[in-house]
């Protein structure tokens, strides 16, 4: 639960930087202005962050679901405190990860996208983003979740307990339900995949940023929509939290 509930964070605040970026840019255009602000660059350098936490956080599911499979003795990874510190330690990854893009003067404002986005053209940064920030966590993902199918299959033919079967087969289904999610994000992500790749040799097409984060904000609305369907925990709480009405005592006169 602690780490869908990091997951769910990470999301909020990518989502929350997108909309922020939008209403930036959106302020401009009405006003026919170009104007960095001066918190442009923050932002800027918050979306690769966020994203970051976000990629890493659906492979720490992986890894507690492989774990909780494949060595179910080992229960310290199943330790609230293991759990928070490896939660810490991917944010403060993510928080340091991104200074090469800062401290190098790589984002910057782009006037036709009315963002602070790092430059899509072949350098060493932009390798270095592509991969600690993609490929890296969702390759990962992936790996483990085929893994996993390949480990529950083999269970299956040898002689194993149903309990044990059966929890392993629940927890096949929780990474089987984080790929479907880090699909979307790669599904609705392509056409930020096919600019940068495009950066490679040539310039990207007019307005290529506003094309790209269109894409991925419609790609974070369903996601959170399917975090909130599939994790039933989540959605008794909330839905508790809804339901709840305060009981009013009514006293009558005798």
Same mark, same amino acid.
């Given at each position: 639960?602690?780490?869908?509930?990091?997951?769910?964070?990470?999301?909020?605040?990518?989502?929350? $930087?997108?909309?922020?970026? !939008?209403? +930036?840019?959106?302020?401009?255009?009405v006003k026919q202005q170009q104007?960095?602000?001066?918190? #442009?660059?923050?932002?800027?350098?918050? /979306?690769?962050?966020?994203?970051?936490?976000?990629?890493? @956080?659906?492979?720490?599911?992986? /890894?507690?679901?492989?774990?909780?499979?494949?060595?179910?003795?080992?229960?310290?990874?199943?330790?609230?405190?293991?759990?928070? &510190?490896?939660?810490? *330690? @991917?944010? &403060?990854?993510? %928080?340091? #990860?991104?200074?090469?893009?800062?401290?190098?003067?790589? /984002?910057?404002?782009?006037?036709?996208?009315?963002? #602070?986005?790092?430059?899509? $053209?072949?350098?060493?940064?932009?390798?270095?983003?592509?991969?600690?920030?993609?490929?890296?966590?969702?390759?990962?993902?992936? +790996? %483990?979740?085929?893994? *996993?199918?390949?480990?529950?299959? =083999?269970?299956?033919?040898?002689?194993?307990?149903? $309990?044990?079967?059966?929890? !392993?087969?629940?927890?096949?289904?929780?990474?089987?339900?984080?790929?479907?999610?880090?699909?979307?994000?790669?599904? &609705?992500?392509?056409?930020?995949?096919?600019? /940068?790749?495009?950066?490679?040799?040539? =310039?990207?097409?007019?307005?290529? &940023?506003?094309?790209?984060y269109t894409s991925i904000s419609?790609?974070l609305i369903i996601i959170m929509?399917?975090? +909130?369907? @599939? %994790?039933?925990? *989540?959605?008794?709480?909330?839905?508790?939290?809804? $339901?709840?009405?305060?009981?009013?005592?009514?006293?009558?006169? =005798?």
């Amino acid at each position: 639960m602690m780490l869908v509930a990091n997951s769910c964070l990470a999301e909020l605040l990518i989502t929350c $930087n997108l909309f922020w970026m !939008a209403i +930036f840019a959106l302020e401009n255009d009405v006003k026919q202005q170009q104007y960095m602000d001066s918190f #442009c660059i923050f932002r800027g350098y918050a /979306i690769y962050t966020t994203c970051f936490t976000q990629n890493y @956080s659906y492979f720490l599911q992986a /890894i507690y679901r492989y774990m909780s499979i494949v060595h179910p003795t080992r229960l310290f990874w199943r330790s609230k405190r293991v759990q928070i &510190f490896f939660i810490g *330690l @991917s944010w &403060f990854i993510g %928080i340091i #990860c991104v200074f090469p893009h800062l401290f190098t003067g790589r /984002i910057v404002y782009h006037v036709d996208d009315q963002i #602070c986005q790092m430059s899509l $053209n072949l350098s060493v940064v932009t390798v270095y983003n592509v991969v600690l920030l993609y490929l890296i966590p969702v390759n990962g993902t992936i +790996f %483990i979740y085929f893994k *996993l199918v390949r480990y529950v299959k =083999e269970m299956s033919t040898h002689v194993t307990s149903a $309990n044990t079967l059966l929890r !392993a087969q629940r927890e096949l289904n929780m990474v089987h339900r984080i790929v479907v999610l880090v699909s979307l994000l790669v599904a &609705f992500g392509l056409p930020y995949a096919i600019f /940068i790749f495009m950066g490679f040799f040539t =310039e990207p097409p007019k307005y290529h &940023f506003r094309i790209a984060y269109t894409s991925i904000s419609v790609s974070l609305i369903i996601i959170m929509i399917t975090i +909130f369907q @599939s %994790i039933e925990p *989540l959605k008794a709480f909330v839905k508790k939290k809804i $339901n709840r009405r305060p009981i009013m005592t009514v006293q009558t006169a =005798e």
